[in-house]
């Protein structure tokens, strides 16, 4: 079963950090910009913010890279998840993730990722210009192919295609 | 300690001693902190008479207390001295990501006192504090030098001075990463004369509130207060922009040097529709929901390739209106400040200054070396390089308005300033208002940044009894959402004749603006309009676990600015200082001058609010004993 998931629009973000802050009083009840399970990478060469979070991949090299095999599926959806009880703090899942998304927690000493909350992510209701979404992997697509077709053409796609079929 | 980071940083740069101070819960409690901790410790630690390029001098750093939370605009912290500009309270706000990040390196604050020999450094890594040597960026400008550090320390935010700093130029800013700084009062000349060229700050302790939760829900509650704020959507979209076309509409801006009120195409120049045509995206401070900065970008022409985060109203008031540049040069002046590390409105109000003394006769080419007119970038530039290097004429003009008007007979008529601070941006001559008479009263000399009526209203421009008032002309809504005391609120607004107290008003201005600046966070129009001391005072309880009034909150921030007033006395301020240069009682422009009695009346009525003196403007015993100095 597919699992919602955190998507970031890279042209609505503004990089006021307000997801971290969030993200760290949630899970530490403290701020620590290091806590944070999210990261806003302030890339002024191109102009933009980047959002590095677990991205839950499927074949996920920190589960392939786990010695103890702490890091799992959560049976029944397709978020990593940790047993950090059993977690020794090698750090070997944080060079392995490709994104840099596993997160060292300084308090634990342990690795840990975004949980989404428990499928209500803070850091999407905090977020002031609706940068960051949670939504379905194939719902975002669609939403993104429509946001492309409304600026390239000012109307919806369903239009655009049914514009194009005519002219066929 | 709850909320704060529980102690200061103490840097002895000439004898590179470097020691920790325990932040006193008393001082936590009474003077909140930014603004009102730097007031203290300079109130208590620099001499009377010091030199303020001298190793007297003392260089405070505060973060406000909210800083590190998700409430919105939380990101500010302060800067003090004695400033070398007005011999007063030197003081300046910036936001951006550093006072979050000095937080986490376990500081609220740090305090720089005595004088390097050789230029310097500081490294601040949570515990391990360095003073290291900086010859290799010293001479260098700002954004070389960032690089150039950026490489030795990865990730680090960085302060530092540009060349205008180095060399003591009376109006050098700090500045705070590439695109924003510590503008006003000369700051940057203090840190030159210690030979500190930066400092460096690298951190993740964490901030610790006491009631996390319930820091976050009044946060959301900020963030609801400020997106159903009238201002909103506009000051998202342009930012300070929203006012360039009202005030030209006033005939209230600073045109050639204050010798014309409006510029004939100023609203093709700079309204806010050049947010759309140069504007590329928004970037927001720490936590701030509203991002009024703007990535103004050049493609083609003369100064293709300039990026900055530009589009604010004062450079652009600054440079294109006071100094006639086009809109692109505006823009790219923004870029050479900043590298040079100098005062975007106090440059552009000397540049200015120059010019007219050219047009008139007072100064000629042999002195410049080149033609000075209105309207030429070419010049105006050449000029900027030459006051930030202290070269030719520019050594002159490095000393600002005030003291460069003794070099040539009959400049004076020119010279405007308040107590030695360039005045930007307005003039009262064709809008009277609170912020006009926030130039009079404000601590730092003549500014518009610390006095706004939270509820100004640009749509009347009415003068209206003889300076007493200004049109309040929101409806009963606004009034009745607007955080302030009962009885206060109806002394100062009067709802049947639409009118707004103007000295009353610039009390609880200025009170409040300096709790912003206490607290950390922002001044900008959404906020002041709907973020009061009743939200503040609760969020300030759930982050410290001290409990704390609305009523103790608005105390604290008062104490902080009699604290100041006190300071300035103490270092020579007299009540004659608190009045507009000569231009503008003299001179009429749109067929006004300001009515230098009536102005005098409004003052004493100020003073009146304050508790002070009517006569001389001096904090009355009582007053004192009521605020517990």
New interface residues.
């Given amino acids: 079963m597919k699992q919602k998931r955190l998507y970031h629009n890279t042209s609505l973000c503004d990089g006021c950090g307000l997801c971290q802050l969030v993200c760290a009083l949630e899970h530490c009840g403290q701020w620590n910009h290091y806590q944070s399970r999210i990261k806003i990478v302030n890339d002024m060469e191109r102009e933009a913010f980047y959002a590095v979070c677990c991205t839950q991949c499927e074949e996920a090299p920190c589960i392939l890279t786990c010695l103890m095999n702490t890091i799992y599926k959560q049976p029944g959806s397709d978020i990593t998840v940790r047993d950090l009880y059993h977690c020794i703090g090698c750090r070997a899942c944080e060079l392995a993730c490709p994104f840099d998304a596993a997160v060292f927690d300084v308090i634990q000493e342990k690795v840990v990722n975004c949980d989404l909350c428990g499928g209500r992510p803070l850091c999407v209701e905090y977020c002031p210009n609706h940068a960051l979404t949670y939504d379905y992997p194939g719902d975002q697509a669609d939403k993104k192919r429509n946001q492309a077709a409304l600026q390239r053409f000012g109307t919806s796609l369903l239009e655009v295609f049914k514009f194009s079929g005519k002219e066929a | 300690m709850f909320g704060y980071a529980g102690k200061m940083l103490e840097v002895y740069l000439s004898t590179q001693k470097i020691k920790t101070r325990k932040l006193e819960p008393d001082l936590a409690r009474d003077y909140i902190g930014g603004i009102g901790f730097n007031a203290r410790i300079l109130y208590d630690e620099i001499p009377a008479g010091a030199d303020p390029l001298g190793p007297d001098n003392v260089l405070v750093f505060s973060v406000g207390c909210l800083v590190?939370?998700?409430f919105?605009t939380a990101s500010r912290m302060e800067v003090s001295a004695k400033s070398p500009a007005s011999n007063g309270f030197g003081s300046s706000n910036s936001g951006a990501?550093l006072g979050?990040r000095l937080k986490?390196a376990g500081y609220d604050g740090m305090i720089i006192k005595g004088q390097a020999q050789k230029p310097v450094y500081l490294l601040i890594e949570e515990d391990t504090i360095e003073i290291k040597e900086a010859s290799f960026i010293w001479g260098k400008d700002a954004w070389e030098s960032i690089d150039l550090l950026r490489a030795r320390h990865y990730g680090a935010e960085i302060i530092l001075i540009g060349q205008a700093g180095e060399n003591l130029v009376r109006f050098a800013s700090i500045e705070n990463g590439?695109y924003d700084g510590f503008g006003r009062t000369g700051m940057g000349a203090v840190m030159g004369s210690k030979k500190l060229k930066a400092v460096v700050v690298r951190g993740?302790?964490?901030?610790?509130?006491a009631d996390?939760q319930g820091?976050?829900e009044l946060s959301?509650k900020g963030?609801k207060l400020i997106?159903s704020a009238s201002s909103y959507q506009a000051f998202c979209a342009y930012g300070t922009m929203n006012a360039t076309i009202p005030y030209g509409g006033f005939n209230a801006l600073s045109v050639h040097n204050y010798s014309r009120g409006t510029l004939p195409d100023w609203k093709q120049k700079a309204g806010r529709q050049i947010v759309d045509i140069y504007g590329?995206?928004?970037?927001?401070?720490?936590?701030?929901?509203i991002?009024c900065g703007h990535?103004a970008e050049i493609n083609e022409g003369k100064y293709a390739g300039t990026?900055v985060k530009d589009m604010e109203i004062t450079p652009t008031v600054s440079y294109s209106s006071n100094v006639g540049l086009s809109t692109e040069a505006s823009i790219k002046s923004s870029e050479l400040c900043q590298r040079y590390g100098i005062d975007m409105s106090s440059s552009g109000s000397v540049i200015a200054f120059a010019m007219e003394l050219y047009q008139k006769g007072i100064i000629n080419k042999d002195d410049v070396g080149y033609e000075l007119a209105f309207g030429d970038d070419d010049a105006a530039f050449a000029l900027l390089r030459d006051i930030s290097l202290r070269q030719g004429i520019g050594d002159i003009l490095a000393e600002g308005v005030k003291r460069a008007a003794d070099h040539w007979p009959g400049a004076d008529d020119y010279a405007i300033h308040v107590k030695g601070v360039e005045v930007p941006m307005i003039d009262p001559r064709g809008r009277w208002s609170t912020w006009t008479l926030g130039m009079l009263t404000n601590i730092r000399g003549g500014d518009h940044l610390r006095c706004r009526n939270p509820v100004e209203n640009l749509r009347y421009n009415e003068n209206l009894y003889h300076y007493q008032k200004e049109r309040f002309g929101f409806k009963k809504p606004m009034y009745d959402r607007l955080d302030m005391p009962e009885n206060l609120k109806s002394a100062a607004i009067d709802l049947e004749s639409d009118t707004v107290d103007i000295a009353i008003m610039s009390k609880w201005a200025e009170d409040l603006i300096n709790l912003y600046n206490s607290v950390g966070i922002c001044i900008r129009p959404p906020v002041m309009e709907t973020i009061g001391p009743t939200l503040l005072a609760e969020i300030y309880t759930c982050m410290t676990g001290i409990p704390m009034s609305p009523d103790e909150l608005m105390m604290g921030s008062e104490r902080a600015w009699n604290l100041m007033k006190l300071f300035n006395i103490r270092h020579g301020e007299v009540a004659g200082d608190s009045k507009f240069p000569r231009r503008f009682y003299r001179e009429l422009q749109s067929g006004n001058i300001v009515d230098e009695d009536k102005v005098q009346a409004v003052l004493e009525q100020y003073w009146q609010a304050r508790g002070w003196d009517p006569g001389t403007g001096h904090p009355l015993p009582e007053t004192e004993k009521r605020l517990g100095i």
């Fill in positions: 590190g939370t998700p919105p990501f979050l986490c590439y993740s302790k964490p901030i610790v509130p996390p820091v976050l959301a963030q997106k590329s995206r928004h970037i927001a401070c720490q936590s701030c929901i991002a990535l990026l």
